[in-house]
């Protein structure tokens, strides 16, 4: 299992990065060069506990579903979602909130693992993390700028 930290310090307040960061559509927007379609549940907005959403993705080179689900749910602090389908065997992301002197810390941690024994642990070690880091990164810039802004935009 490969876990990846990343910590972004955000000038805004905890509840509006703790939503801004269950909407579906920042969830999605990483892939969205990838062809992303949902296929069932939510389409926008925040994610509560418990909910789910399906969509097909063409990544990797191939066609793949995920189902992502929240599994944890402690607003404002804290929630977990987590992916079935496509290449993983597991997949959990942890998403960590605190506020101190008017910024919101968001830290993320994400723990994975690629599904294909040896060749997935080839594929993981020389692709897969720096890929997935590279795109929480990204997510997680996208979720500061928009808590940032006094505008949303995705």
Known sequence: MSIIFLETKI???????????????????????????IIKGKKLG?????????????HFGFQQQ????????????????QLKGGIFKSFRHEYHFSFKDGT?????????SPRTGL????????FLRVYLTHLVMRQNMMIKKNAESPKESV
């Open 11 to 37: 000038s805004a307040p905890i509840d509006r990065v703790f939503d801004l960061s269950r909407r579906v559509e920042f969830q999605l927007a990483y892939f969205i060069r990838s062809k992303v379609k």
């Open 46 to 58: 925040p994610l509560d506990s418990s909910e789910s959403t399906i969509w097909r993705v063409h």
């Open 66 to 81: 995920y189902t992502l689900t929240i599994t944890d749910f402690y607003k404002p602090t804290y929630f977990v979602y």
């Open 104 to 112: 919101t810390t968001m830290s993320s941690v994400l723990r994975f």
């Open 119 to 126: 060749m997935g642990m080839l594929i993981n070690f020389f």
